[in-house]
Structures are given as C-alpha cells and as structure tokens.
C-alpha cells in the first residue's frame, strides 16, 4: 500500500482533468486505485478493533467512483481531483453515522465522521436527543483525547437561527443549528505518505466513534 502513488496521480489528473489525457493515463489511474483499496483494506482491519459495526464491510467497495456527476453542474470537469471512501455499518454512509476518509494532495486530506445532512425525521430526533440529554453528547465533546483532534462540530451547514420549535435563548442552542452533525481532522501530505498514517488515522476514527454512538442511538 502506497498512500504516494495515490497522491501523484491526483495530482496529475488535477492539472489534466480531461477525458484524452485519463484515457491514455487508464493504467496509472489503475494502479492508484488498486493502491487505495489496498489502503481502505488495511484501514478498516484498524476499524473493526474498536468497532465491530464494520465488520460485515467489504472495505475494497467503500471507496467513491471518481467520475464526477457534471449534469447539474456549472464545473463540467469529468474526474474529482480526490479519492475517497466512507465506513458505516450498512456500507457509505447513507444516512448513518460513519467515517469518511478523503485524500487530496495539497495538505487537503482529512478525515470526518458524524452523520451529513440527516433526513427530516432523522434530524429532528438528533435534536431532540440533545434537548433531553446534552450532557452525553457534551460529555462527548469535552473530553482531552476528542478535543486533541477537534475544535467543535463543523459548521459549514449551520442555521442562523433557531429551528422550528427551539427558543433562540436555548441553552444549547449552539448545537441545535446544525443541520449535520460531522467534525473533521486534517492531515498534510507528508503525513498521509507517513508509514503510520493508518494507525494515525484510525487512532481519529476512535475518538469519533462516540460521537457516532450518541447520533445512532438517537436516531434508532
């Protein structure tokens, strides 16, 4: 597993993100992913040690197609200038709480986990769960060895406002705007070709997986 060759194709196909030049580069394009889905293997034996969820996962088939859905959008570039790969219990992190590994060259891999953008139902039981019981999921946020790999939750989809059914005065009304519920670590490239990254990685995931206990039991 070579966490480098990943990064040198990406950084290629950013510079060349175009159909003739992945067509006539297929081999080197092959090779990076092979060496990504060797990565995902070696990852998720990390995993399972502290999170059995995982264990039905076929960690070769967790990782995201790299040809980009231009149909709606305004940057028609074919490819993602990315790898990246999720681990819930029933597969990529479809509205569940899991971990989502992503690798880009420039100092712009990271590693998140939580649950994005639940659905309406689902959101509304994450709110509940911390208006009832904020002291579990504080409790979460507060500890030394979570705090040595996150500041707080990502704020990239939080409301202005109070939602519907909260007052603005809300002791906790901080964590009742957020629309997804996910923290994230990054990591540079010098990092990420380390050979320890995957134990460095995983060590991350370890303190996500409460925070990912709370929103599946709030959820359930």
């Not at 659905?119 to 507060?142: C, H, S, T, V």
Request: glycine share 6%; charged share 35%.
């Amino acid at each position: 597993m070579e966490t480098a060759v990943i990064l040198k194709f990406l950084k290629a196909i950013a510079k060349n993100n175009d159909r003739e030049w992945f067509e006539k580069n297929k081999p080197k394009y092959l090779e990076a992913k092979l060496q990504f889905e060797d990565f995902l293997e070696e990852l998720h034996k990390e995993l399972v040690k502290f999170d059995e969820s995982l264990g039905g996962l076929n960690p070769r088939k967790m990782g995201f197609r790299i040809y980009r859905d231009v149909r709606f959008s305004k940057d028609k570039r074919p490819y993602k200038v990315n790898m990246g790969a999720g681990f819930s219990p029933k597969g990529k992190m479809d509205q569940e709480p899991g971990y989502y590994i992503h690798l880009e060259p420039g100092n712009k891999s990271f590693i998140a986990g939580g649950i994005y953008m639940p659905d309406a139902e689902k959101l509304a039981k994450i709110r509940q769960e911390i208006d009832y019981n904020p002291k579990n999921l504080l409790g979460i946020m507060k500890r030394k060895s979570f705090k040595k790999y996150f500041d707080d939750l990502d704020d990239f989809d939080k409301l202005k406002t109070a939602p519907k059914g909260y007052p603005k005065d809300h002791e906790h009304i901080h964590l009742l705007q957020h629309k997804s519920f996910v923290v994230s670590h990054a990591f540079t490239d010098k990092q990420v070709i380390d050979k320890k990254f995957v134990k460095n990685l995983a060590a991350v995931c370890k303190e996500i997986m409460p925070l990912n206990t709370f929103l599946k039991e709030a959820i359930s």
